[in-house]
């Protein structure tokens, strides 16, 4: 059945001139269409919602998301494709590195209030920004904490990343992949890991086997200077398989903490709210 290319409608990338992948930008697009059903079914979007998807490429999300939306605003730095979403009439295009984008900027104004939190909004005023996207994979950490700003403008985030990325976002204390990334996620957020997306599901196909993550920021989250805690858990990281008397205690040292905190551990031992309470007594 061909597909219409009215205004309204994104050709999908085998019904229109072919787009070859970039590597530089790390791009892996989504071509299989029972997935591509599975993760919108995923993040459920409802008309009239505010969503911004990240890195849409040839669109195989884009047209379903903004069929049930109504409107939809993308942030793609490729120049080519960016082009040629634009002749979408319901997409907000921003061309642009998405580290570069100042998210306050394309908030919902009600979501901007002091007293609004994400995942409750006060009676009368509409929900955060919901954030999507296929992040590619060469960027994806710098993307996440670059997200980490405006989480207090945020609904809930769904993106697809590496299956081991993820997994790294999710674990838990005294498991391998439990680090930096576990601990700097989990203090704002609670997550979890959807569904798998095998790499045959993409075009180029990856390496690797990807997944899709749910992000709901937490409501009432421990209050923590971000660059002190990032500091915090990376000094403590940074030779994890030490003793944190070696790392750590030399990091507290110099600041002349003189609280109570076990050194005689590993830092893949330590819960996230230790690490957040130690970052709000040094």
């Not at 079914?41 to 849409?56: D, K, L, N, W």
């Amino acid at each position: 059945m061909r597909v219409p290319t009215s205004s309204c409608v994104i050709p999908r990338a085998d019904r229109t001139l072919k787009h070859i992948a970039r590597k530089r930008f790390g791009q892996h697009f989504l071509a299989d269409d029972g997935m591509i059903d599975a993760i919108v079914r995923t993040i459920a979007p409802q008309a009239g919602q505010h969503m911004v998807e990240i890195g849409p490429g040839l669109a195989a999300l884009t047209q379903p998301l903004v069929e049930r939306l109504g409107a939809l605003t993308v942030v793609e730095l490729d120049r080519d494709l960016a082009a040629r979403l634009r002749s979408h009439s319901q997409l907000q295009v921003i061309e642009s590195d998405v580290l570069k984008v100042d998210f306050s900027q394309i908030a919902p104004a009600q979501s901007l209030g002091a007293q609004a939190t994400p995942s409750t909004p006060l009676p009368g005023q509409a929900a955060g920004m919901r954030v999507v996207g296929n992040l590619p994979y060469n960027i994806s950490t710098p993307i996440l904490f670059h997200l980490l700003g405006y989480a207090h403008l945020v609904q809930d985030q769904h993106f697809m990343l590496q299956k081991e990325v993820i997994e790294r976002m999710v674990a838990s204390p005294s498991t391998s992949a439990y680090g930096r990334l576990s601990v700097m996620l989990q203090w704002r957020y609670a997550m979890q890991d959807m569904l798998d997306v095998p790499p045959e599901c993409f075009d180029p196909p990856p390496r690797v086997m990807s997944a899709v993550v749910r992000m709901v920021p937490l409501a009432a989250p421990a209050i923590v200077r971000f660059e002190l805690l990032e500091e915090l858990v990376q000094v403590a990281f940074s030779q994890r398989r030490k003793l944190l008397r070696h790392t750590l205690g030399k990091w507290l040292e110099a600041r002349s903490f003189a609280g109570a905190f076990d050194l005689q551990r590993r830092a893949e031992e330590v819960p996230v709210a230790e690490f957040v309470a130690l970052a709000q007594g040094v």
